[in-house]
């Protein structure tokens, strides 16, 4: 167990509809990170927060938005659905402390994942 | 694209040492060698990193070859439940810097 949670473990829904998945990171961490896996792309980076704001961006998809809140879970929105959709989508935390001065170790610790089926 | 390079596959006895070989040859100075595992459709699983000295931990020893151009992950006493597809990743700081890079990776069959 990683200690990080994600929610729901399994989503079905229709081409075109909006869906939000959950993440709460592990006690302390600052960062979260959203991942993408699909059959055909592997595992892919979508998207970074620290601290409650965006600090990196991947192949996200102007359709999908994060965020992260003041009690540091993040929220990634999926909105227009389509078939191509459908994947195991991760979250991942890390310490965030890489401001500390000290040469950083920001091991990435995932959750379970999400897995939504677009129909 | 990854930065490393693993073999797609690699099979190993219950109970011996698996050592999975990972190149990295264009990897610079601050970039960290981090290994992890996904076991079926779970998350991946961190077992361990290095930046050029050999690490070990209850899980694995990792072994970066002098010139950091390449590294071997050693499981010691191989289980059925290692069966995973283990990655390879270089990434600075660990990924502070936005993500980890993931590839193919290496998929460890164990075998009784």
């Known amino acids: 167990d990683s200690g990080v949670t994600q929610t729901p473990k399994h989503l079905i829904t229709a081409t075109g509809q909006r869906v939000t998945l959950r993440c709460s990171p592990r006690s302390g961490d600052l960062s979260v990170y959203w991942y993408q896996q699909s059959l055909d792309q592997g595992l892919q980076f979508l998207i970074q927060?620290?601290?409650?704001?965006?600090?990196a961006k991947g192949n996200i998809l102007e359709r999908f938005s994060a965020q992260q809140f003041p009690d540091l879970h993040s929220e990634l929105n999926l909105s227009s659905l389509e078939l191509g959709d459908s994947a195991l989508y991760f979250c991942?935390?890390?310490?965030?402390?890489?401001?500390?001065?000290?040469?950083?170790?920001?091991?990435?610790?995932f959750g379970p994942g999400t897995r939504l089926l677009v129909l | 694209d990854a930065k490393t390079t693993q073999p797609p596959s690699m099979d190993c006895a219950e109970g011996r040492a698996a050592n999975l070989p990972c190149n990295h040859s264009?990897?610079?100075?601050?970039?960290?060698v981090y290994w992890y595992r996904q076991i079926h459709s779970q998350g991946p699983q961190y077992i361990i990193h290095g930046l050029k000295n050999n690490e070990t931990n209850e899980m694995a020893s990792l072994i970066i070859t002098e010139d950091r151009k390449s590294s071997t992950l050693i499981l010691p006493h191989a289980t059925l439940r290692d069966t995973a597809v283990y990655y390879c990743i270089v990434s600075h700081y660990g990924g502070s810097q936005g993500n980890l890079i993931f590839g193919k990776g290496t998929k460890l069959s164990v075998k009784p």
């Open positions: 991942a935390s890390s310490p965030g402390r890489w401001w500390s001065g000290n040469l950083p170790e920001e091991t990435q610790y």
């Open positions: 927060y620290y601290n409650g704001e965006e600090r």
């Open positions: 264009t990897i610079s100075g601050n970039e960290y």
